[in-house]
């Protein structure tokens, strides 16, 4: 008798805990799909190719973005090159050079602080370091190097975490076959765990298109039209950056909505990215 009451009281937990698991599921999905379809229904019709190729012109009274769509990609390209060879540099040490347990412990918990401090902070830093302690005033450089700062972790952790995914068998048989320690590092080891360090770069490439506040700060408001090396010298609004001055300062809703869905396709894009290089590595890997 009381083993079957037991049982129902376990069998109705069980019930509740699954609906209120389906609900919450449920819930978030139709979050996310509200979001993505609101912004795509606002912002689409408001896409233009006039809105895509050309700059803003006060004379003509015409909107453009295709400075900021440059700017976006040249911060991009500037923050990578920089935080590549470092975050992915930090992990191989920590993950194949380091004996100091300690210096390891210290150094994963200050880029576990660092993955964990609001942008914003980091836009006041590097306006204050960047920008006047080192004299690169506003511009895209400035807002690279906050970017790297802020990216540096996420490329750190993930590509650690990929680093100690590859057996110590394969490690140990590269040196019994007589191979250095950095022979066996780049034939051996990154070969196995790429599709982390690939996957890791491209979350960070989202999280730099996704960035204003850091840019807000070091970047600037401009929307001029410049090369590579001349637009990193020089002041220039990314996308999410324009979003927010045509928004918040102008009033121009509909070019605000069509700035936010062309970045809700190139979220969408790069998540997906993301997955299939996963994928992609993993099956190569495990031929």
């Not at 389906?22 to 799909?33: D, E, F, G, K, N």
């Not at 700062?149 to 996420?154: A, D, E, G, K, R």
């Not at 680093?163 to 394969?170: E, G």
């Not at 069509?258 to 299939?276: C, H, K, R």
Request: some cysteine; hydrophobic content about 50%; proline content about 3%.
């Amino acid at each position: 008798m009381i083993t079957n009451k037991i049982a129902k009281k376990r069998r109705v937990y069980i019930s509740l805990m699954s609906a209120l698991m389906t609900i919450s599921s449920l819930l978030t999905c139709a979050l996310v799909i509200f979001l993505v379809v609101y912004v795509l229904a606002k912002g689409i019709p408001h896409i233009t190719w006039e809105l895509l190729s050309t700059k803003p012109s006060y004379i003509k009274d015409t909107i453009g973005i295709l400075p900021d769509i440059l700017n976006t990609l040249y911060i991009l390209i500037a923050t990578l090159a920089f935080v590549l060879p470092l975050g992915v540099g930090a992990a191989i040490y920590l993950n194949e050079y380091a004996t100091n347990k300690k210096i390891v412990t210290i150094i994963e918990y200050a880029a576990e602080t660092l993955s964990g401090i609001p942008s914003i902070i980091y836009g006041l830093v590097g306006m204050l370091f960047f920008c006047q302690f080192l004299g690169f005033q506003t511009s895209l450089l400035a807002g690279a190097l906050t970017l790297v700062i802020m990216n540096l972790p996420t490329i750190m952790r993930t590509t650690q975490e990929s680093l100690k995914t590859v057996p110590q068998s394969y490690r140990e048989g590269a040196f019994g076959l007589g191979a250095g320690k950095w022979r066996v590092i780049r034939t051996v080891v990154l070969p196995g765990c790429v599709d982390g360090v690939i996957t890791g770069c491209i979350l960070a490439t989202g999280r730099i298109f996704g960035e204003s506040a850091a840019l807000l700060f070091t970047a600037g408001f401009a929307h001029a039209l410049n090369g590579f090396f001349e637009g990193l010298t020089s002041a220039g609004a990314t996308l999410t950056v324009a979003l927010y001055v045509y928004a918040k300062e102008r009033g121009e809703f509909e070019v605000a909505f069509a700035i936010a869905a062309i970045l809700m396709v190139l979220t969408l894009i790069i998540n997906l990215a993301a997955v299939w290089v996963g994928k992609y590595f993993k099956g190569r890997r495990n031929i």
